[in-house]
């Protein structure tokens, strides 16, 4: 049973298109998750100057505290292949959201209040 | 788990995916369904799946009774029995705080807040199920006979954290037999993506230039910053929860269940009435379909009705007096709009109805944001010229252009743009294969942007987490 509203806003798509968007987008997600999670991680962020979080050991107890899963997390999301790569492409992406003064410097938002 | 993190985009999906789709039969991917949904609210606190599990079994019993007694009397006990429940669910895990404080500041008493596990996305999957019970008694659908399949259209994982509050009649059929076609695949993964990049490429961006204005001490917020801030902060809380409906929605396409729309590009409407009508369409259909037909006040009195409904849904946002203020707020304008009547209103040249609905959504996103009361006054007064701080502007405007193609960005993506090169493509053969290409290639882009960005998302949880 499909939905009523999807049925009547679609049109068919030619079989052809279909594969080639199924096939680019799962490309896409395929490539990334084989990197992501077969890559070496780096233990150490060099322009951060910290270590990186580590993987956690699984213990039952550990899983049903929630530590585990809150730890594991932290180090899959910290300890990303080529991390610093990313993070430059990142502060480029945002240093290219909107036009920059001629000075180089940037307000953004209230200036924080002095207090007399 | 979140949908915008990388744990749940590569390590999380691709196994679900995997496991989904290597099997045939309906019954083991159901069986691969719940196992996952499950281990998704799991993840953060494994003990909310007992109470996750809990509903489903009350709701199944609810349902059965309703379908197996024969005198109303019985049925309508069954379905009390249910809503008590569930009501009391959220209220014991959602409002406690809210209520003891209130409690403690009105008798100056010293009731401590039991602290017990947060149980994400209570108020969707909750009222998931009392449309299911309400549409057993009612007669609407048939009460599910097979807990398993109840279990999957509660804790079906797409939209258990944050909706759509998805009507059980409207995947009924779907849980009994469905299948993923190469058309359900490829939108799927379109409007997943689509989904993500709302979320992380525009919310994410836009909500720490909000954070810059609104958050932290707003004494010394100007005129301009004000409005600048909030009218961000709307850009923001549209593609935040629409990009997580369009995640939950191409999601579910890719498993081959097909969820209503829950956003209608809200920012289009013309009036307070129709906003609404756009606007988290699941959970308005649900308060007009549940809550406005039944008669608390008499058939006559419709004002205390509509009153219930936009308390309800002020409340439903948050446990907090901001949260009521705020659907009450809409309710002044629908009953305002009610009692003009849409005739009249038609009549209003159409720039005066986009200021006006603009104006009102702007502010009332102001009210939704500032949980503290103190803080929100100063906030509306900051709106206005009684600002001590003056109009400011050199730093809203050095804020704007540093930001300029993003808040461009975004404001394009308010509108139907999709529609609209959808519309282009079909007159001219070539424009529909280079539309339709290039649609791909910029998914590509998205997807793979998207996931750069979220190595740094240190503060991507979605609003409705918390609901």
């Known amino acids: ?116 | 788990m979140i949908f915008s993190s990388l744990i749940f985009l590569y390590l999380f999906l691709p196994i679900c995916l995997v496991a989904y789709f290597i099997f045939k039969p309906i019954k083991i991917k159901n069986a691969v369904l719940i196992v996952f949904s499950l281990a998704f609210y799991a993840w953060d606190e494994p003990v909310r799946i007992v109470f996750l599990i809990l509903s489903a079994v009350v709701n199944y019993f609810v349902g059965i009774g309703i379908g197996a007694f024969k005198k109303e009397k019985y049925k309508k006990l069954c379905l009390i029995g249910g809503l008590i429940y569930n009501i009391g669910m959220i209220g014991f895990f959602k409002y406690r705080g809210f209520i003891i404080t209130n409690i403690n500041s009105i008798f100056s008493a010293d009731i401590p807040v039991p602290e017990i596990v947060q149980m994400a996305g209570i108020s969707f999957y909750t009222f998931q199920v009392i449309s299911y019970i309400v549409d057993c008694y009612w007669g609407k659908v048939e009460p599910q006979k097979n807990f398993f399949k109840l279990l999957l259209y509660v804790c079906l994982f797409p939209q258990l954290i944050a909706g759509p509050i998805v009507r059980y009649q409207t995947i009924a059929a779907e849980i009994d037999s469905r299948k993923t076609s190469l058309e359900d695949l490829s939108r799927g993964l379109t409007r997943f993506v689509v989904g993500l990049s709302k979320k992380v490429i525009l919310a994410d961006q836009l909500y720490r230039i909000v954070e810059d204005f609104l958050g932290g001490s707003i004494n010394s917020l100007t005129v301009s910053g004000a409005w600048y801030g909030v009218i961000l902060y709307s850009l923001y809380i549209y593609f935040d929860f629409s990009g997580y409906s369009d995640i939950a929605i191409g999601l579910g396409r890719i498993f081959g269940f097909h969820f209503n729309e829950n956003f209608d590009h809200p920012y289009l409407c013309k009036d307070i009435t129709e906003f609404w009508q756009r606007w988290h369409i699941s959970l308005g259909s649900f308060f007009r379909d549940y809550l406005l037909p039944i008669t608390f006040f008499g058939k006559r009195n419709k004002y205390l009705s509509l009153f219930l409904v936009w308390l309800c849904t002020g409340i439903w946002h948050g446990a907090n007096w901001n949260y009521i203020i705020w659907g009450l707020y809409y309710g002044m304008f629908i009953l305002l709009e009610t009692l003009i009547g849409k005739k009249k209103i038609n009549k209003i040249p159409l720039v005066i109805r986009h200021i006006y609905s603009k104006l009102v959504i702007i502010i009332g996103f102001g009210i939704f944001y500032f949980e503290d009361i103190g803080k929100l006054g100063t906030f509306l007064k900051a709106l206005t010229p009684f600002n001590a701080n003056g109009w400011g502007g050199e730093f809203e405007l050095s804020s704007l252009c540093g930001n300029i193609f993003l808040i461009a960005a975004a404001i394009i993506c308010t509108f139907p743009i999709m529609k609209a090169f959808g519309k282009l493509s079909e007159k001219n053969g070539t424009a529909k294969a280079v539309i339709s290409m290039s649609g791909t290639v910029l998914c590509m882009g998205m997807l793979l942007l998207s996931s750069i960005l979220l190595v740094d998302a240190t503060t991507n949880a979605f609003l409705y987490w918390r609901f």
Do not use: H
Request: aromatic fraction near 12%; hydrophobic fraction near 40%.
């Open chain 1, 1 to 116: 049973m499909k939905n009523k509203n999807t049925e009547k806003t679609e049109k068919k798509t030619p079989r052809g298109f279909l594969i080639f968007n199924i096939a680019a987008i799962l490309a896409v997600f395929a490539g990334i998750a084989v990197f992501i999670n077969t890559a070496p991680r780096p233990t150490v962020s060099e322009e951060e100057q910290r270590e990186l979080a580590k993987c956690p050991r699984f213990t039952v107890e550990s899983y049903f505290s929630g530590e585990f899963t809150e730890k594991f997390s932290e180090y899959y999301n910290d300890a990303v292949p080529m991390r610093s790569v990313w993070k430059l492409i990142i502060s480029e992406f945002r240093d290219n959201l909107g036009i920059k003064s001629d000075d180089g410097v940037d307000f953004i938002g209230p200036l924080p209040e002095i207090e007399k």
